[in-house]
Every structure is written in structure tokens, then in C-alpha cells.
Nanobody, 125 residues
């Protein structure tokens, strides 16, 4: 059974930083894209960032220059370093994995097959 488990969420003041981690078990994703989405209250789940198995990455415009996605294939883990956090970054953050070995980074939830349970990030003003 495949599981993705996020950690690292919490409460932080505006301008602060958090680092999210997501570790997969049940199969390896070293040849697959892994990504992060978030869902703000009353909003649809939206793309944040993703990284392909070869290391190329993509970001939502709203987080570009502030967030960095990285991965450690040996640990089957993907990270999201979030700096200069803003109150509008408050959301539940979800880790996701694409079961296909894609040549493009998918930026919609439908492009991912496995999901974590989510971790709350709250940024106070």
C-alpha cells in the first residue's frame, strides 16, 4: 500500500520560514514527479510546486522566488522550503506523486495519483 506522509507544518509569523517534508512508502518514486499542492479555506486545491525525477522543477507564480522544492531519492522524500511566508500562504499543504514517468510536470490535481493526508500551515500577520 502506497502512503505519502507529510510533516513540518505549523504556525509561523509573516516573513518566517517552514520546511515541509513528504516521505513515501510502499513503492519508490525516484523516477516520478512529486509535487505540492495547497488548499485554502473555501478555495480549490491549487498547484504550488513540483520536481521531476531528473531534478527540473516548476512553481506557481505566487510562490516563485520564495519556495524551493527539492528531493532525496535515496530517502523517497520530497521537501518544500518556504521562506518569506505571507498570511495568504495559509492553507493545508498536500504532497502528491505522479505514477507515470512523465516528460512534463503536471500542475493540476488530476495529474497525480497518490496523495498525502495534508499538513496545516498557518501564517499570522
Amino acid at each position: 500500500q502506497v502512503q505519502l506522509v507529510e510533516s513540518g507544518g505549523g504556525l509561523v509569523q509573516a516573513g518566517g520560514s517552514l520546511r515541509l517534508s513528504c516521505t513515501a512508502s510502499g513503492r519508490t518514486f525516484s523516477s516520478n514527479t512529486m509535487g505540492w499542492f495547497r488548499q485554502r479555506p473555501g478555495k480549490e486545491r491549487e498547484f504550488v510546486a513540483a520536481i521531476r525525477w531528473i531534478g527540473s522543477s516548476a512553481y506557481a507564480d505566487s510562490v516563485k522566488g520564495r519556495f524551493t522544492v527539492s528531493r532525496d531519492n535515496a530517502k523517497n522524500t520530497v521537501y518544500l522550503q518556504m521562506n518569506s511566508l505571507k498570511p495568504e500562504d495559509t492553507a493545508v499543504y498536500y504532497c502528491a506523486a505522479d505514477s507515470r514517468r512523465s516528460v512534463v510536470i503536471r500542475t493540476t490535481p488530476g495529474g497525480y495519483d497518490y496523495w498525502g493526508q495534508g499538513t496545516q500551515v498557518t501564517v499570522s500577520s
